[in-house]
C-alpha cells in the first residue's frame, strides 16, 4: 500500500549545526557501573568532583558552592533523553544547540522470578537510578524530558494504578496464537499482520485472560516509563502506537479496531515529542528537577536512532546495528508490506520505511565479549568476501526482511579460525542489511543512497567496510549514534513546542 503524505510539517528534523559535540572536561561519562552506579569520565578514570576542569564562561547558577558552574548563558535551559534499548538504557542531556552535557549508561539489573525476568522492576529501577546519574546541578535546568524504547513492547497494566497486570510483552516477541484473528480485521498485508505485533499481543492476552479486563489499558514500553514520570495514565505516540493499529496517515484509530472489544483499552495517541504535563511534584523534588520540567511523549528505539542521525533528506537511511538490525529509510511514499516485515513510520511529512529484523549484536554478544570483538576485528580483511553464509540468530523466529516466525539460526560450519567465523558473521548480517534495502526499493520506496550507522556495531570499522562492499552504498557512522541523543531532540521538541 503506497501512499504519499499531505501533513502539515512539524519541527520533527533538526538542522544541527555539525559541530554540536559533547563539552569537554565537564561531566562527560562514557559508562555506568550499575553495581555502584559510579560514573567514568571520558579519561575512563573516575574523575573527583573537585577535580574536574572548570569550563570558560562561567555562568553561577548552582546554590552550592562545591557544584561545578554550568558553562549555558543565564535562563537557558536543557532536555534529558532516555532510550531504554534491548541490552541496556542511556540519558543523554542537552542543550537547545544539541550541545552534550551529560550522558550515561546502566545495564538492566536482573530481576528473575524463578527462571523468568521481571522486565517492568528491571526497567522501573534503572529509569530511576539513570535519573540518579544526572548530575545534580544540571538536574535543575532540565526543561523537558522523553523516553524512547523498544518497539511492540507491550504491558497490559491496571488502569488506575499503572501496575501491571501481567508480564510485558517483548518487541520480538511472537504471538502467532492471535494472528488469524488479526488477519481477518485487517486490510491485507497491514502491518499488525505480523505475530509480533503489539495487536498481536494484545489480543493474544484479551483470549488468555478471563478476569475483568475493564480497568485495564495497554501501553508501550517507553509510554509506561513516561507514566511513571508525568502521572497520566494512557498516553502514547503515533509511532509506538503503529504497531497496534493507529494510523498515523489518519491521525486516527481505524474503524475495523476501534469496532472490536479490546478497542477499550488502546491509549490516547499524541506526536512523538509533545508535552504530556510535568513531572511529578513528588518526583521532581525526590529527584532535583524543577517544577516546570515537562515530560513529553517519546518514540521508538531506532527512531530515535534516526532523529539522532539527523538524516533529513529521502534516500537518506540509518541502519541501527544494536542487538537486532533495525533499518529506516527517509521516503516520500509510504510503503507496508507485512509478508516483508515491511512498515512505514510518519516523520514529519515523509515516511520512514523499514523494518527490523531479528540479527544483529546480540548474536554476536553470545559468542564473543565486546574486548574479543575488538581485537578479531582487527584481523579481519573487510576488502575480502567471506564465503560462509550464515543466518545469525540468537532463537528460531525473523522478522524482516522475510517475516518467519519459525525461521531457524544457521551459524554452521564454524570455522576453525575465529576471526574467519566473526568475519562471516558481520557479512552474512551485511547481505540480511543489504536484502532489507533491495526489497525497499522493489516495494516502491526511495532509492537510498548513503546509510548512516547507529547503534553498539556503528564503532566497527571493519564491519562498516564489509557493509559498504556488500552494500555498493557509502555508509557512515551517525554524528550521535546513541538514541537517547535522538529521545533529547524529541525533549527539546516538546519544549519549544510548549512555549
Ligand atoms: N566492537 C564491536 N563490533 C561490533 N559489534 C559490537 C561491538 N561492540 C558492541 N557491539 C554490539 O553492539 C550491541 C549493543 O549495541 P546497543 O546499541 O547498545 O544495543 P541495544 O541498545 O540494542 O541493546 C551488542 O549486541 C554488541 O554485540
Ligand atoms: O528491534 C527492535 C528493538 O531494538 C525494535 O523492533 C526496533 O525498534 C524496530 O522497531 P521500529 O521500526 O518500530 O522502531
Known sequence: MMASLHHPTSPFLFP???????????????????????????????IPRAKRARPRSMTTLCSKKEDPKVDLPVGERLYLGLDFGTSGARFALIDKQGTIHAEGKREYPLYLN?????????????????????PYYLRELTASISIDGTSATTLIVNSTTGEPLWKPFLYNESCSDALPTVKSIAPENHTVCSGSSTLCKLISWWNQEDSDKKSAILLHQADWLLWLLHGKLGVSDYNNA???????????????????????????????????????????????????????????????????????????????????????????????????????????????????????????RQIFTDEQLVALSEKINPVEASPLDYYPLQTVGERFPVADPKMAPRLQPRPESDVEFLHGIFESIARIEAKGYSLLKELGATQVEEVFTAGGGAKNEKWTKIRERVLGLPVSCATQTEAAYGAALLALKGAQQNK
Open 114 to 134: 524463578e527462571e523468568t525476568m521481571d522486565w517492568a522492576r528491571s526497567w522501573k529501577d534503572t529509569l530511576f537510578l539513570l535519573l540518579e546519574d544526572v
Open 242 to 364: 503503529l504497531k497496534v493499529g493507529y494510523d498515523p496517515e489518519l491521525d486516527a484509530y481505524p474503524s475495523w479496531l476501534l469496532s472490536q472489544p479490546y478497542s477499550q483499552l488502546l491509549p490516547s495517541v499524541k506526536a512523538p515529542g509533545t508535552s504530556i504535563g510535568h513531572i511529578k511534584e513528588d518526583i521532581g523534588s525526590q529527584y532535583g528537577f524543577p517544577k516546570d520540567c515537562l515530560v513529553c511523549t517519546g518514540t521508538t528505539d531506532s527512531i530515535a536512532a534516526f532523529l539522532a542521525a539527523r538524516a533529513t533528506q529521502p534516500g537518506k537511511a540509518v541502519t541501527s546495528l544494536g542487538s537486532t538490525l533495525a533499518i529506516k529509510l527517509l521516503s516520500t511514499t509510504r510503503i507496508e508490506d507485512a509478508r516483508f516485515g515491511v512498515y512505514s513510520h510518519r516523520l514529519d511529512d515523509k515516511w520512514l520505511v523499514g523494518g527490523a529484523s531479528n540479527t544483529g549484536g546480540a548474536i554476536l
Open 16 to 46: 544541527w549545526p555539525s559541530n554540536a559535540n559533547n563539552k569537554h572536561g565537564f561531566y562527560i561519562s562514557r559508562k555506568a557501573f550499575p553495581e555502584s552506579g559510579l560514573m567514568y569520565g571520558a579519561s575512563s578514570k573516575p
